[in-house]
């Protein structure tokens, strides 16, 4: 089995590829930023892309998202991909910083396309996630929630209104720009999402994204090691 993670930011990938001890396959992906580390856990491969960067610091978003988990899928054939990474969550949803959920579904919050419903409900996304992913969860004890995706790390009232009118609760910048690709090439996902920042604390969520970045990511760590363990297990027993 191979599964491959996709992460946005190195700060985000550094604390569980240093755990694994894999290594950097040079200029895999080139003359595209992205990268790829990879290495054998038990009996299974484990790739970890990054998207890359650019001008000195790390692309996030969904271009670079899009374009990373193309390649990734094109060249590596992964039974699953996990999109791992921070968020923001909601204190009205009981969340708190540095916990780690697994994703329920996926949609984007800022793309408005007035028109007929076929466009809306195409600019919504609502891709479809691993259907293992809720067992998971309920195995190693994650709570769950929907990944909801923009390109902005702040909150537009119009993004807000979008998110609560469709049930969005762990707001990044990638998510669903993963779920696209995977969707296309019927490639399962999995989301496992550590939480930096409350939007709705009041907080400036910069602010709080920078304080809680680390403490979120060995967090992230701590709960991607439990989940390669799960896989394993699964490995096994099929
Ligand atoms: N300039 C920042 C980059 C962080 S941007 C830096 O110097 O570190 C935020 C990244 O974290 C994105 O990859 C996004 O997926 C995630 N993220 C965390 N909290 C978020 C929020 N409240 N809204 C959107 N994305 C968020």
Known sequence: MRICYVVAMVAEAKPFIERYGIEEVK???APL??????GKVGDLTLDV???GQQQGSDLIGCE???MATLSAIQRLNPDLVINSGTCGAFCANGAEIAEVYIGNGVMFHDRRVPGDNAWGTQSLGNYPVWEGSRQLA??????????????????????LDIIQQNGGELKDMEGAAVGFVCSLLK????????????????AETFEEFSKNLSRACEA???????VI????GQISTN
Do not use: W
């Open 64 to 66: 670079a998202a899009t």
């Open 229 to 232: 363990d799960y896989l394993k």
């Open 138 to 159: 309920k195995t190693l004890g994650f709570k769950m929630g929907k990944v909801t995706t923009g390109s902005s790390l702040d909150m537009q009232p119009c993004d």
């Open 33 to 38: 930023p992205c990268m790829l580390y990879e």
């Open 187 to 202: 490639t399962p996902i999995l989301y496992v999402k550590s939480v930096t920042d409350l939007c709705d604390s009041g």
């Open 220 to 226: 992230l760590k701590v709960a991607n090691e439990r």
């Open 27 to 29: 200029d895999f992906f």
């Open 49 to 51: 892309v990054l998207n």
